[in-house]
């Protein structure tokens, strides 16, 4: 039973246009979510969060939005570099959840080309 | 400085074998964890360890357990390894705030193979 999903195993764009990776939880408690990124061979990097209680959250080129109503939160990379190439993973959580486990979708691969 | 490390990064072993792998962890966090990466690439989390309390998922075999000498080590133990043992296991650490999520920071990773 997967309550973090994402739908789209792969994506591929060209290097400077806008890169967009979905994620879809199902357990409405989750309220702090994040993005990891993660080259073969490597553990998960993190790279942005976001909590429930905003929509938005910036950092330099990558921006997480957050539709609670929907259970849904995206990532946008702009502009796409072939050095953004990975494996990218929403990841969910509960704050104040004894162990504050994640849960983590499957992955979508990000494929961006020069 | 690597700020979270695993020993050793690959591991192939005879099923029912006991063996295990270790994890530090140089940033000063409070808690550690260990995710399993199965065949379907899916990061599963087995445990959730720090100086109060080890949370454990459900889900994991008792044949598995977490050693952790000391606030920068976890270890984990497998006993009568199986075939379906074989995955990437990852360690993981953050710092322990119970009012709110601080990122967690992962190892390279151990790929164990199970013959």
């Known amino acids: 039973d997967q309550q973090v999903k994402q739908n789209s195993p792969s994506l591929s764009v060209q290097e400077g246009r806008i890169s967009i990776l979905n994620c879809d939880y199902t357990n409405s408690m989750f309220d702090y979510f994040l993005w990891y990124k993660k080259y073969p061979a490597e553990g998960p990097t993190f790279l942005i969060s976001?909590?429930?209680?905003?929509d938005k959250n910036e950092d330099g080129r990558f921006t997480v939005f957050l539709n609670k109503s929907a259970k849904h939160l995206s990532l946008h990379i702009v502009p796409s570099q072939p050095g953004d190439s990975a494996v990218y993973f929403c990841a969910a959580s509960i704050v104040g959840n004894a162990g504050n486990m994640l849960t983590f979708g499957g992955g979508t691969r990000l494929m961006v080309k020069p | 400085d690597t700020a979270v490390s695993q020993t050793p990064k690959y591991l192939v072993t005879q099923m029912g074998n006991d063996k295990s792998i270790k994890c530090e962890q140089n940033?000063?966090?409070?808690?550690m964890y260990w995710y399993k990466q199965d065949s379907k690439k899916f990061l599963k989390i087995m445990f959730s360890?720090?100086?109060?309390?080890?949370?454990i998922n459900e889900t994991v075999p008792n044949r598995f357990s977490p050693k952790s000498p000391d606030k920068a080590h976890l270890n984990l133990h497998i006993n009568s390894l199986e075939l379906g043992d074989s995955a990437v296991y990852f360690c993981a650490s953050s710092q322990d705030l119970a009012w709110n999520i601080i990122a967690q920071y992962f190892g390279p990773g151990t790929r164990l193979t199970v013959l």
């Open positions: 940033l000063g966090h409070d808690t």
């Open positions: 976001i909590s429930s209680i905003k």
């Open positions: 360890y720090n100086n109060k309390e080890l949370i």
